[in-house]
């Protein structure tokens, strides 16, 4: 239960500009050709301004019609603006906490535009993006991780990010922080007490079971953070750098995997120069396949900045695919690029299966393999597709252990939340280490207080105004 001072605080950080007494309206579904188009309005004068431009068929509409959906039709004076399901929804049960009015009108721009143009006329105003959200947050209904995985079920481009999403939306990550907040809050009273205790019993207080209940914390947001990767990569997918020397068959296994032929084939040495990006879901992960220029050593200035984009891109990917010619004598450069991949996380893909093995590179390929025995192998042809399910089998392997629906309930699934908890751990972390060396609680309590407050951040207690305003801007409008 949110107290009476946090809504009131909370409300003092609406939109700049805006009062939340404001009734807002805005489109809800995307513009174009379809079926239907909804407008949405949210305020205390949802229900005024419906009855103002809506003339159901039967009965008037009246605020026990709570629910119901009428049938009708919006009007302007005599003017028949278009045929229309209307549902008002009394707050404080709906999605901002406030009434609510959701016009179906017909699709296409013309109708919702024109509806909208006359809530507006009513005395609605345009709504911010992400301000329907916003203000479910601000009334409590839900708090800022929650609001955030509502973008994040509406931005998802598969079905895994979806079902994580859809997992926060239910309050799973705000529970498991909120118990990691209960814990701080438990060990701060301890502090207190201790501060108090010293002062009137002027003896010392036994820490250890301080210091116990700081490792307790510190271990749940380990095992939080171990899900932020995995969060990551479900929300934004694998960056995976397809690199190699050149002609090796990069732009092959693109193609390739992407069963399409957008990156041109040739068998011009150095021709892909700049890098291309596609995606495809790979069971549910998104894979981002950036094919990037061939490495090699170059006079060629241009091929050159390629080259050294190529490196950058390698260092930066979450997986690096080094394809390899079996058909060659290894190049110079492929000793440098097998030590990279074995630096990072890392498939060596030996691409010309179909062809006889180059004794010169089945010789510097046992070589590779006594240098660097944790590298992963893979026979492929990008040519025929042999090995190429064994590919992705891999893949799903090294990032999820084959199994991406056992994902942890509560993940962190944003950069914003990750960071948080990563700063409060450190709190934590001096914390625990000023409790070992014996530094007097009054100031080991200024540490374990900051790692609270990073704690209230993710959830959105206590928020900077601007820092809302970033969030929600990031939503679409009618959201
Ligand atoms: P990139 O420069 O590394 O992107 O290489 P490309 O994908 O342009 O391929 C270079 C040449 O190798 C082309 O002629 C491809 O048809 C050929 N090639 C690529 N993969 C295979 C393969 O698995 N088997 C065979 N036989 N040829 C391949």
Redesign the pocket.
């Known amino acids: 239960m949110k107290t009476q001072d946090e809504t009131q605080e909370k409300k003092m950080a609406a939109a700049p500009g805006t009062m939340e007494e404001d009734t807002i309206a805005a489109i809800a579904t995307a513009v174009g050709k379809a079926g239907i188009g909804i407008v949405r309005i949210s305020g205390s004068d949802a229900f005024s301004i419906v009855q103002a431009v809506f003339r159901p068929t039967g009965t008037p509409l009246s605020r026990t019609d709570d629910r119901k959906l009428r049938y009708g039709h919006i009007v302007c004076g005599k003017k028949i603006i278009d045929e229309v399901l209307v549902s008002f929804m009394r707050g404080p049960h709906t999605y901002t906490a406030e009434d609510v009015v959701e016009i179906n009108a017909h699709g296409g721009a013309l109708s919702v535009r024109r509806i909208l143009a006359l809530v507006l006329e009513k005395g609605a105003r345009f709504a911010e993006r992400g301000e329907f959200t916003r203000r479910a947050f601000l009334n409590g209904r839900i708090d800022l991780a929650q609001a955030e995985a509502v973008r994040d079920v509406i931005d998802a481009q598969t079905t895994r990010a979806h079902e994580q999403a859809v997992k926060q939306l239910d309050g799973k990550l705000s529970k498991e922080i909120n118990r990691i907040k209960d814990s701080v809050l438990q060990l701060l009273a301890e502090m207190e007490y201790g501060i108090n205790f010293m002062e009137d019993a002027q003896e010392e207080l036994p820490q250890e079971p301080m210091q116990n209940a700081a490792r307790a914390i510190l271990a749940s947001m380990d095992a939080l953070l171990s899900s932020a990767a995995r969060g990551r990569l479900l929300r934004e997918g694998i960056a995976t750098a397809i690199v190699?020397?050149?002609?090796?068959?990069?732009?092959?296994?693109?193609?390739a995997l992407l069963c399409e032929s957008r990156?041109?084939?040739?068998?011009i040495?150095?021709?892909?120069r700049d890098s291309i990006e596609e995606s495809y879901d790979l069971d549910g992960i998104l894979l981002r396949l950036i094919?990037t220029a061939?490495i090699r050593e170059t006079e060629d200035r241009v091929e050159a900045i390629g080259v050294e984009r190529s490196r950058a891109l390698m260092r930066e990917a979450d997986l690096i695919l080094l394809?390899l010619?079996t058909?060659r004598v290894p190049q110079k450069q492929d000793d440098e690029l097998v030590a990279e991949a074995a630096a990072g996380t890392a498939l060596l893909l030996l691409?010309?299966?179909?062809?006889p093995t180059a004794d010169a590179f089945a010789q510097k390929l046992a070589q590779w393999k006594t240098q660097y025995p944790a590298l992963s192998w893979l026979e492929?042809?990008?040519?025929?597709g042999a090995g190429l399910s064994r590919l992705e089998e891999a893949i799903r392997d090294l990032f999820f252990e084959g199994a991406v629906e056992n994902a942890p309930p509560a993940a962190l699934t944003n950069l914003r939340q990750a960071e948080l908890v990563r700063k409060s751990r450190n709190e934590v972390q001096q914390t625990l280490e000023d409790l070992e060396r014996g530094v007097v609680l009054d100031a080991v309590e200024v540490s374990l207080r900051s790692a609270y407050r990073y704690l209230c951040e993710v959830t959105g207690e206590s928020m900077d105004e601007k820092v809302l305003d970033r969030i929600f801007q990031s939503f679409c409008v009618g959201k």
């Open positions: 190699g020397s050149p002609n090796v068959g990069k732009s092959s296994l693109l193609n990156a041109i084939v040739t068998d040495p150095g021709t892909t094919d061939g394809v010619d058909a691409n010309k299966s179909d062809q492929i042809s990008a040519k025929t």
